[in-house]
């Protein structure tokens, strides 16, 4: 019989057993209270893209995320307050240039092995995830861009009342030195109206579609960038020569990316300074791609990475609302912008982030 609340696995007690673990679908690592692995099987090494002989060197600890959940669980479970501790994590991957974690949903169980170990399951649960946050996101876009359309109209329509009240005014008055005022007025009237056309441009341009090489894009933003900052900035290149051409707006893609970049580059200010900032401007092909309850078997991944500072926490939830900027003086409507742009080519964006690496990730189907 299988002690009460303890995994089926749990009962894995010879080598030949630990071995089996190889057959099942899930990661699967057996380890010590403290964390130190003993055992990994098989698709645990290939999420994390390590051999079982070094993750078997190493503690569990540094491939979560946020590993203190992982010492709480274990720590409960080895003193017998728990048989079982369930919870969530995000599993690292040992990937040469970053990778985004794996959201997983971890049980740590106890066993009958000498020396107190623990079981440790992890079940991905990265795609329920992405739908989530996907369908989250875009009932916010569509809620934002409602919002912008109405207030845009609003304010549109009184302001050209006071441009010209002003321009009338200008013309009554008796002196030039009065007719300051009335320029500052007109100034900031067209400083609005040059604002609210921003906020509705991505909703009436019409799409200029044709075939989109997504490197030709990349090098437009490449050059673009360098050009702003020829020294202290290395942008450089990580391209899949093998994603073919798709359907799009170019000039749109253009002025998405160039915004993701430019906001990289303005967060890596005082690395620029130093002469070590950097950004990789990575593509690849990915495969079986869920996007909005739709399947593709084919989808273009542009990674745009950068080492600066990352972004503040208090904004990371929030980065693509209008309006919303981390930089003094910026207008807010520069993701606002890219995250309309993509949408309207079927994709998503999404951003990653922390201190020294911040990762925003374009999906696009290809045909």
């Known amino acids: 019989m ?14 030949a057993g630990l071995e089996a673990l190889d057959l099942l679908a899930t990661m699967v690592a057996v ?3 403290g964390g130190e692995c003993l055992f990994a099987n098989a698709p645990l090494e290939a999420a994390v893209g390590l051999s079982r002989r070094t993750l078997t060197q190493r503690h569990l600890h540094e491939w979560l995320r946020e590993p203190a959940a992982l010492r709480e669980a ?6 017998n307050e728990f048989s079982t501790r369930r919870f969530e994590g995000a599993l690292r991957r040992a990937v040469v240039g970053g990778s985004e974690p794996v959201p997983v949903h971890i049980i740590v169980s106890q066993t009958d092995r000498a020396g107190g170990a623990l ?7 990265e795609q329920q995830t992405r739908q989530e946050r996907e369908e989250r996101v875009h009932g916010q876009a569509e809620v934002t861009k409602e919002l912008i359309r109405n207030l845009a109209h609003e304010i549109k329509n009184p302001l050209g009342g ?3 009240a002003a321009q009338l005014l200008a013309l009554e008055l008796p002196s030039a030195e009065l ?6 007025i007109i100034h900031e009237a067209d400083r609005l109206q040059t604002l609210v056309d921003r906020l509705l441009a991505p909703h009436r341009k019409p799409h200029v579609v044709g075939d989109v090489n997504i490197h030709e894009v990349c090098e437009r933003v490449r050059t673009l960038v360098l050009l702003e900052h020829p020294r202290g900035l290395s942008v450089r290149r990580d391209y899949d020569a093998s994603i073919p051409e798709f359907r799009g707006d170019r000039e749109q893609l253009i002025q998405a990316v160039l915004n993701i970049v430019q906001n990289a580059a303005q ?11 950097e950004i990789i401007l990575r593509t690849r092909v990915a495969r079986q791609v869920t996007i909005g309850k739709q399947r593709y078997r084919l989808a273009l991944e542009l990674h745009i990475q950068d080492n600066g500072p990352g972004v503040p926490e208090h904004l990371k939830d929030r980065i693509f609302y209008p309006l919303v900027s981390g930089r003094d003086g ?32 374009i999906v696009i189907p290809l045909p």
């Open 2 to 15: 299988t002690p009460a609340g303890h995994s089926p696995l749990a009962q894995a007690d010879t080598t």
């Open 31 to 33: 380890v010590s209270p």
């Open 74 to 79: 274990l720590d409960a479970v080895s003193r």
């Open 119 to 125: 079981l440790v399951e992890m079940i991905e649960i």
């Open 162 to 164: 006071i441009r010209g």
């Open 179 to 184: 007719t300051e005022y009335t320029q500052v």
């Open 267 to 277: 967060a890596l200010a005082e690395r620029i300074e130093r002469e070590d900032a």
């Open 330 to 361: 910026g207008s807010g409507l520069g993701l606002t912008l890219a995250q309309t742009f993509v949408q309207q080519h079927q994709g998503t964006i999404e951003c990653d982030s922390e201190p020294g690496r911040t990762v925003f990730k």
